[in-house]
């Protein structure tokens, strides 16, 4: 099936043809769903820390930081924000001049209240020879779209997110990427230095750098640290090769094989090059004003104090354990593993060994919110492959939708994902974790899509806080919704959380 040219193509990307025939099987054979217990709950997975217990947390992860420990922010923000203009290159391409639908109305409505708004205005003056205000006048709000999407005005329609302007301040409009830069100042910085990794696209890299560059040096005045900023890009290995509806590879008019992203999944590969003891992940669009930032980095702290804690008593266990463990510290260290981490063993037997491999893991504590109708994964209780019970977060793709006890678990769950995690990817000596030794590789997603008017299957790995992270340690949160603002719409902007 594969020809020469095929094994030279793969080659180049560092992929193995027993990586391909794998991918191919697997778009035959699908990806069974996961076993559920029940949706995770307040008192059934989900802790809710009493104000004594949050200022405690805060203070472990203040002294924490102060030890010198290695801390860093994640940050996807790979791929352009085309999908947040998706109502607007409608518009534009609409056989109608005026806003009609109620999105296109509302945009136009409040477009001063965008921070691109300068930018755009004189985007407009310069293209059409006319301000924003004189081109509404005139009919003419197709000119003011094309000019915030296309090339030669503000590219947003290409753009990734982390460099769109969302925010106003009196020293001017600030890009998320900037709000996250202050939010590592706020929470994630230690002996006076801040550790932020940005991942991007190949062709959004110089963007990136270029606005870094021009921003750190004010914000390294500003909160009076050191900024150190890296990036990276999803490794070429992590592509995943596409097939026809039939399961054979889909190649491209030369011939060639095509190659896909593999979705977030394959940032596990990024994420394992960090070198850091702490590890905040969040997504990139999900920031707010510094006016509204009090809740996050309070949540941040707690989060991140519970971890250590919890990882603190896993290390001491895992020290009685290497010593040799009476059957008195074998059922306390029994009691830690299934109270304190959630994981049930179920028929499995509970001895030393079991408790090493369910100790000696990456950890991570997730914050989730109450769920409100956004869409996202949510927090459940799922067997593993070696009949153990633990805490994981679910996309409905991973649910079998004709089990109606399960798919009610998921319709009535309390809580979702807001992607909010800290990760502890050392072990108890100090090493890192191999992290993609934890990924549940028989997890993924198939989706339809197209080429060229072509139909074709694409194959995205196991989602980075989903199937990737399958085999760690898992404790859930319940943060308040004051800490989620992702902006899905451009009119997301104009909900009081962004102004």
């Known amino acids: 099936m594969l020809t020469q040219h095929d094994l030279k193509q793969i080659a180049q990307k560092g992929i193995s043809e027993q990586q391909i025939d794998t991918q191919l099987g697997q778009f035959k054979t699908g990806f069974p769903f996961l076993k559920l217990e029940a949706a995770a709950a307040i008192g059934k997975g989900i802790i809710v820390p ?34 947040m203009f998706k109502d607007m290159f409608a518009f534009v391409d609409a056989d109608y001049d005026m806003p009609t639908t109620p999105f296109e109305n509302k945009f136009f409505d409040h477009i001063r209240k965008f921070a691109f708004y300068n930018e755009l205005d004189v985007a407009c003056q310069k293209n059409n020879g006319k301000d924003i205000k004189t081109l509404m006048a005139e009919g003419n709000y197709k000119a003011i779209a094309a000019n915030m999407l296309k090339a030669e005005g503000l590219n947003y329609g290409q753009l990734p997110k982390g460099l769109l302007l969302f925010h106003n301040y009196p020293e001017g409009p600030r ?103 702490i590890i905040f992940v969040k997504n990139i669009d999900n920031v707010v004003p510094d006016r509204l930032k009090a809740d996050t980095v309070a949540w941040k702290q707690i989060i991140a104090g519970l ?20 059957d008195t510290q074998l059922q306390e260290i029994a009691r830690f593993v299934k109270d304190s981490l959630c994981v049930d063993p179920k028929d499995n037997t509970v001895d030393a060994n079991y408790l090493r491999n369910k100790l000696n893991r990456p950890m991570r504590v997730c914050g989730v919110v109450k769920n409100v109708g956004e869409p996202g994964g949510g927090p459940f209780l799922t067997y593993n492959q070696d009949g153990t019970v633990s805490l994981q977060i679910l996309e409905s793709s991973q649910i079998d939708k004709s089990n109606t006890e399960y798919m009610d678990m998921f319709t009535k769950g309390t809580h979702f994902n807001p992607v909010d995690l800290v990760c502890a990817v050392k072990d108890y ?9 934890f990924v549940d590789k028989t997890t993924g997603f198939i989706s339809q899509k197209s080429k060229n008017g072509k139909e074709l299957q694409a194959l995205e790995l196991p989602g980075l806080w989903n199937g990737a992270m399958s085999d760690w340690n898992t404790i859930f949160v319940e943060v308040p919704l004051s800490t989620f603002n992702p902006v899905k719409t451009v009119n997301d902007l104009l909900r009081e959380q962004h102004q």
């Open 50 to 83: 009493t104000p004594i217990e949050s200022k405690n947390y805060v203070a472990a992860w203040q002294q924490y930081k102060a030890q010198g420990k290695r801390v860093v922010k994640f940050v996807p923000a790979s791929g352009a924000a085309s999908r």
């Open 175 to 277: 890009t998320p990427m900037e709000e996250h830069l202050v939010e590592g100042a706020m929470y994630a910085a230690s002996n006076g230095e801040a550790f932020v990794h940005f991942t991007v696209s190949h062709e959004h890299m110089e963007l990136f750098k270029q606005k870094v560059a021009e921003k750190a040096n004010f914000y390294s005045q500003k909160y009076g640290i050191r900024y150190d900023i890296t990036f990276s890009e999803q490794k070429p290995s992590t592509d995943t090769v596409a097939a026809n509806p039939d399961g054979t590879p889909f190649r491209n008019s030369d011939g060639s094989l095509l190659f896909r992203p593999g979705g977030h999944g394959a940032l596990i590969e990024n994420l394992n090059e960090i070198d850091a003891d």
């Open 307 to 326: 971890l250590i804690s919890l990882q603190k008593k896993a290390f001491e266990y895992m020290r009685i354990l290497d010593e040799g463990a009476t």
């Open 429 to 437: 000596q100090g090493n890192p974790f191999d992290l993609p030794k």
